[in-house]
C-alpha cells in the first residue's frame, strides 16, 4: 500500500486557490519524474519523513517548519505550507487507519533551468523496527570531517538544511554495518558529538537528558523536540549543549530517535557493551507512538 | 535537440548481449524516473558529464574510467563500460554534426528497495561559453570544511567520487554569485586548495604548471588530464603536489578546467585584480576543442 501525490508547488503567500486541484495521485510503480530534475542530477532539493500513525500524520507543524526552513537555507521558493498541509491530509486520508507509514516530502528545485520547483508526497509502509525498538542497536562513531562550527563559518556547506544529498549519511551507514554495528553516530572532526545519518543523538547522565546543541552543524530532530517536550512535562530535567565525544562512554543511556523508527536504545558502543534501559526506551516509544501534533 | 537514453545496466562482466536492445530513447520531457528512485531520495547515485563536440565525444576512456572508481567508492555494482560505450555512441549518432552538447551520464542506486540500479544518459546543448572562454572569470575562495587529508581519514565521505549528492556544490556557487564573482574555488579548512565545484584549478607559477594533488579529497580531473598530457607534450613541465592557499595569489596565471566550459582563465581572485594571459588560454582552448580520446 503506497500513495504518491505530485504537487505544483504555490507561492507562499498564495491563498483561496483550491488546493486539491494543485496535487494529483499517480501509480508509485509509473514514471512520474523527468531525467532533468535538479534532485536527480545534483540531489538539489530538501526533504522530510513524517510517521503515519494509525492514520494520524505525527509531528506536521515541527515537520512543515523545517521543511520551510531547509528552503530557505538553500534558497529554495518557500513552501506554501497549508498547500502541503492540505496534501498531507489527503494522503493520510488515503492510507488505512491502522499501521504505520513512512510519509516523505520531496521539495526539488525543478528541472534544470525550468521555471518553478517540482514536489511531490510518497507514503509507504513503515519497516517493521519493533526488534530495534525493544532490543536496540549496536553503535559505531565515525568522523563527518567537519568541525563542530563549520556551518556558521560555511553556510553553503546547508548543513543545517535537510538536502536531499544524502550520499554520505548512506555510506556511513554501510560503513558501520562493515564493522559489524547497526548504526552509527557522527563525530566532529574536533570531537564533538552531532547526530545520526538519519537520527538524534540524546544522552542521559544521572537523571539529566542532553541533546547536541543545534548549533547549524546538526539537524534540529523533530522527535527529539517532542521527547524533550515530554521529559519536561513530567519534571525531567533536559538541556541542549555542545557535549564532547568521550561523554558517550560516561552516559547511563544513549538513544537514536528518529521519526519513523522512533527511539532506539545504544547497547553496544564502538566494539564495547553499553548500558541499555529497556524499560525506559519502551516508555518513549509508548508516548511516541500516541497521536502528536 | 536533446537527446534521452534509459539503460538496463548490466553485469561488469557481462559479454556477447545484444548491446542496443538494453537502452531505449525517451523523450526528454516525458516522465521517465518514478519517486522512488534513491538518486532523487538521496543523491545516490554517481555521474559524469562528457562534452560531445562536432560529433565526437571527449575523454570517454577517462570519463568511463572515473565513472567505474566513483562506483567503486559508492559500492555499486560495476558498471559494464562496453555497454557505457555503446549507448554513448548511440547518443553521439543522433546529436547533430556540428556544435558542443554536454553528455550527462548517470548511475543511480535504483529504486529503493528495488533489484538493481538504474541508469540513463541525457545530452542538451552546451550553454555559450565563449564570453568566459576569452574574457575569464572572477572567483572567490570558499572554505569546504573538510581537512585535505579527511578523504583518507573518512572513506565513507566519499570525496573522490563524483556523487549525485551536489547540493553543496550548487550553494557554493550562489554563494560566489552573490559575491559577484562567477565562480568559486574550493579550500580546504586546513588552507590548501582543492577544486571548483564544477572544475580542477590549474595554476602556473612562471614555466611550471601545477595542480593539487588528487589525494582523494579531489576529483581527478579529466580535462586537466588531458591538459596536462598535451603540455607534457609541447615540453612543458607539470607536477601534481598539496598547495597552500597563499599560493593562489603568487601564481603568474590560474585557470578553472572542466568538461563542457573548457579552460576559463582567473581575472580577479576574491576581489583583486588577477593577471590573465588571454593568450594561454587561447591556445588551451584550441587545443581542447580538438578531438580527444
Not at 500500500?1 to 483561496?16: G, K, Q, S, W, Y
Not at 509531528?59 to 497549508?82: K, M, Y
Not at 548512506?170 to 554495518?177: I, K, N, V
Request: proline share 6%; net charge negative; hydrophobic share 40%.
Amino acid at each position: 500500500m503506497t500513495v504518491t501525490l505530485l504537487l505544483e508547488p504555490l507561492p507562499a503567500d498564495a491563498r483561496d486557490e483550491d488546493l486539491a486541484s494543485t496535487f494529483r495521485q499517480v501509480p508509485a510503480d509509473a514514471p512520474a519524474l523527468r531525467v532533468g530534475e535538479l534532485s536527480t542530477q545534483r540531489g538539489d532539493g530538501v526533504f522530510e519523513t513524517i510517521a503515519v500513525t494509525d492514520g494520524h500524520a505525527q509531528e506536521t507543524g515541527p515537520h512543515l517548519d523545517r521543511l520551510r526552513n531547509s528552503a530557505v537555507i538553500c534558497e529554495l521558493p518557500e513552501p506554501n505550507l497549508r498547500q502541503w498541509r492540505a496534501a498531507i491530509d489527503r494522503v493520510v486520508g488515503l492510507l488505512p487507519a491502522e499501521g504505520e507509514f513512512a510519509l516523505k516530502l520531496v521539495l526539488s528545485r525543478g528541472v534544470e533551468h525550468g521555471p518553478a520547483p517540482t514536489a511531490w508526497l510518497h507514503a509507504s509502509p513503515a519497516a517493521d523496527f519493533s526488534t530495534p525498538r525493544a532490543q536496540g542497536v549496536s553503535v559505531v562513531t565515525l568522523d563527518r570531517g567537519y568541525a563542530h562550527d563549520a556551518a556558521a563559518k560555511a553556510p553553503w556547506l546547508l548543513l543545517g538544511a535537510k538536502t536531499l544529498s544524502y550520499a554520505t549519511n548512506m555510506a556511513a551507514l554501510r560503513e558501520a554495518h562493515r564493522r559489524g554495528a547497526d548504526d552509527t553516530i557522527f563525530v566532529s572532526s574536533d570531537g564533538f558529538v552531532m547526530e545520526g545519518p538519519t537520527s538524534s543523538v540524546i544522552l542521559r547522565h544521572g537523571d539529566l537528558y542532553s541533546t547536541p546543541a543545534p548549533s547549524g552543524a546538526i539537524l534540529h530532530g523533530t522527535t527529539q523536540m517532542s521527547l524533550f517536550d515530554h521529559l519536561a512535562e513530567t519534571g525531567r530535567r533536559t538541556e541542549y549543549r555542545d557535549i564532547r565525544v568521550e561523554e558517550l562512554s560516561t552516559a547511563d543511556a544513549i538513544w537514536l530517535v528518529s521519526s519513523v523508527r522512533l527511539a532506539v536504545g545504544v547497547t553496544e558502543l564502538d566494539g564495547a557493551a553499553f548500558p541499555y534501559d529497556a524499560e525506559e526506551t519502551r516508555a518513549f516509544n509508548e508516548y511516541l507512538l500516541t497521536p502528536r501534533e
